[in-house]
């Protein structure tokens, strides 16, 4: 029987944490190779952010199905599939450009297909966390990802530019290699991953199976309100990012300086998920949520003051220095609600809806700086945000989280393994 033991001495749990380093790192490289790719052979700007465009509505169109598809097999031989599939179609796309037979519908493909089975993967181990990690170590877990991927983000894209201007060629190789360290982590993992199914589910149709996970968020008040956070969140991060990279550029800085407020909110998010379990120790939930809101509220209006690339990165690097606090709370207590055999397309519907406005960030930032220049959209921003807060603090009782679900059926300690779910907030 596992016992409570640290998260380094957990074999399984270390070695998916690490091969998924590799190939999220991987897969952000090629994400920027692939338009430089585009560009490279049609010097069209239009067409490379369509394949940007593509992967991106994939991802987000799976995000669902992919919880289903999760739940319903067994979640070992769904995470070795994807990865199976990715590594074939990069393998593919990197032999196209060596022998020089690239074509744009090619890259939209695979583009497709990496996006689509990123989704699907994504489910499988999110239904699959609570067998290898302790609930006591939910929080620590999910804080060690969200430190990983924020490293991997910040530097991945300039990993992939790198490799590109060595050879073309080459961030593909290394994408189809990470999926190969994917593999054998997942290999390794000797326990079962097959979800129990619940008592009602036995042979209900695919999609019938799809809104029960839609049903279970939207019956909990406490998921509702997680969510509707998350996607403002995501909403606002998007288009603060770019109206700060606007006003700097038009403010007669560098590339290179400009590029320092992307880096500077990376390793705000990275410092945040390293000390995020000891902010949860001194903090409440309820005194957590408050402290982001309203922290994002003020540092949105005060970008509304300056237009230095450094001072702006720094204000955002602060903001991500709370967020991942939240996100641990958030993506624990979600552990601990959920039934294990709706855990994939749970933690899906969440990623889902809280990822559905994002790109609409940018959008009405773009409109404003437009219009109406740089402070307006940040003081917008920045009231909206007041007013997420004000409405969070009116309501004492908003995010008192549910205790666990009587009917959630622990897994005993000896089962699978996985790593912990994406955090719902960017």
């Known amino acids: ?145 969200q430190a990983r991927n924020a490293a991997v983000y910040t530097a991945g894209p300039a990993l992939g530019g790198l490799l590109f201007e060595l050879s073309p060629v080459v961030p593909f190789v290394a994408d189809a290699g990470s999926y190969l360290f994917s593999m054998a982590a997942v290999l390794a993992i000797r326990t079962p991953m097959t979800a129990r199914r619940g008592g009602g589910e036995t042979g209900t149709g695919f999609w019938r199976d799809t809104a029960e996970g839609l049903r279970f968020v939207m019956r909990s008040a406490y998921l509702r309100n997680v969510v509707l956070n998350a996607t403002v969140s995501n909403f606002t991060y998007g288009g603060i990012v770019l109206v700060a990279v606007a006003a700097s550029y038009e403010g007669g800085s560098s590339g290179l300086s400009v590029g320092s407020i992307v880096t500077l909110s990376g390793l705000g998010s990275l410092v945040g998920s390293l000390f995020a379990p000891r902010a949860i120790g001194r903090l409440g939930t309820r005194q957590i949520v408050l402290a982001v809101c309203w922290a994002d509220a003020v540092l949105a209006l005060l970008m509304a003051t300056t237009s230095r690339p450094l001072v702006l990165g720094a204000l955002i690097a602060l903001s991500g220095l709370l967020t991942p606090a939240l996100n641990v709370v958030f993506g624990s207590t979600l552990l601990r609600m959920t039934p294990d055999h709706l855990q994939g397309r749970v933690q899906n519907t969440v990623s889902f809806t809280a990822l559905s406005l994002a790109p609409l960030g940018p959008m009405f930032a773009g409109a404003l700086l437009g219009g109406l220049g740089a402070v307006v959209a940040f003081v917008s921003f920045g009231l909206f945000l007041c007013l997420i807060a004000g409405v969070n603090t009116a309501k004492r009782h908003l995010f008192d989280a549910p205790a666990t679900d009587s009917n959630a059926e622990r897994p005993t300690p000896d089962t699978a393994a996985a790593e912990p779910p994406p955090a719902p907030a960017r």
Request: charged content about 15%; glycine content about 6%; aromatic content about 4%.
């Open 1 to 145: 029987m596992r016992t409570s033991e640290p998260l380094r001495a957990n074999r399984e749990f270390r070695d998916i944490w690490i091969a998924q380093a590799l190939s999220k790192l991987g897969s952000q490289a090629s994400y920027l190779a692939l338009p430089l790719l585009v560009l490279s052979l049609t010097h069209s700007p239009a067409q490379a952010g369509l394949v940007g465009l593509v992967k991106g509505v994939a991802e987000v169109a799976f995000l669902l199905p992919g919880g289903t598809l999760s739940d319903r097999h067994d979640r070992r031989r769904t995470m070795l599939t994807c990865d199976i599939v990715r590594s074939v179609g990069m393998a593919a796309l990197a032999y196209s450009v060596a022998v020089h037979r690239t074509v744009l519908p090619l890259i939209l493909v695979v583009a497709a297909v990496d996006g689509a089975c990123t989704s699907v993967f994504a489910g499988a181990v999110s239904g699959a966390v609570r067998r290898l990690v302790p609930e006591e170590r939910f929080a620590s877990a999910i804080a060690l990802i």
